[in-house]
């Protein structure tokens, strides 16, 4: 069993950065792929941003390209999502979730998923 935690969400103004970070309990994080999925009130759960077992790979959502990073640190068990340039339209909890195999945009693909953090978006 894998246990993930999200930290990193809060308040900030249009134009704003913050950084996410997905800390999981597993030893062999390195071998999971890991995705960044938001969910804003009353829509349902999108794909954000997801990162190969190795870091090698990424791949995003139109809508962040070029405003969202995603990163990975596999020697402290953590993938990290540095946002830029954040718009009101931002506003959601963010998950993260990792699977083991292969890796997708589809949140129904993965095995574990944190509890969110939530990041707000003034503008």
């Known amino acids: 069993q894998v246990q993930l935690v999200e930290s990193g969400g809060g308040l900030v103004q249009a134009g704003g950065s913050l950084r996410l970070s997905c800390a999981a309990s597993?030893?062999?994080?390195?071998?999971?792929?890991v995705g960044w999925f938001r969910q804003a009130p009353g829509k349902e759960r999108v794909f954000v941003a997801r990162i190969s077992w190795s870091g090698g790979s990424t791949d995003y959502a139109d809508s962040v390209k070029g405003r969202f990073t995603i990163s990975r640190d596999n020697a402290k068990n953590t993938v990290y999502l540095q946002m830029n340039s954040l718009k009101p339209e931002d506003t959601a909890v963010y998950y993260c979730?990792?699977?083991?195999?292969?890796?997708?945009?589809?949140?129904?693909?993965?095995?574990?998923w944190g509890q969110g953090t939530q990041v707000t978006v003034s503008s």
């Open positions: 597993t030893r062999t994080f390195s071998a999971y792929a």
């Open positions: 979730a990792a699977k083991q195999s292969g890796w997708t945009r589809d949140g129904a693909g993965y095995n574990y």
